[in-house]
């Protein structure tokens, strides 16, 4: 997995502070607009914007992942993972 540094911004849900997103997939690619990603401390579904930084997902967007089951499953075991990651930003 590759850590790919972002632009500086902060969780919508928690405030965590954002710097740096890691593609799960494992594959070398980077982050880009309208992509999904985590918060790593509250494990928050949000969307990349066009600069990079974590936004809520619109009414749409949201219907569109939730009609998604594999991905929606794939979300959930994320979000467990990050439960019991170490935290210290
Ligand atoms: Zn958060």
């Known amino acids: 997995m590759t850590e790919t540094r ?3 911004s902060r969780c919508p ?3 965590w502070h ?7 997939d494992g594959e070398d690619i980077a982050p880009e607009c309208g992509q999904l990603t985590l918060c ?9 914007d066009a600069g990079l930084k974590p936004r809520w997902l619109t009414q749409d967007e ?6 998604d089951r594999k991905l929606v499953f794939k979300l959930a075991q994320l979000v467990e993972t990050l439960r ?3 935290k210290g930003n």
């Open 40 to 48: 790593y401390f509250c494990g928050a579904v949000m969307i990349f």
């Open 62 to 67: 949201l219907e569109n992942v939730l009609a």
């Open 13 to 15: 849900n928690c405030g």
């Open 84 to 86: 019991f990651m170490p």
């Open 6 to 8: 972002i632009a500086e």
């Open 18 to 24: 954002v710097s740096h997103t890691t593609n799960v």
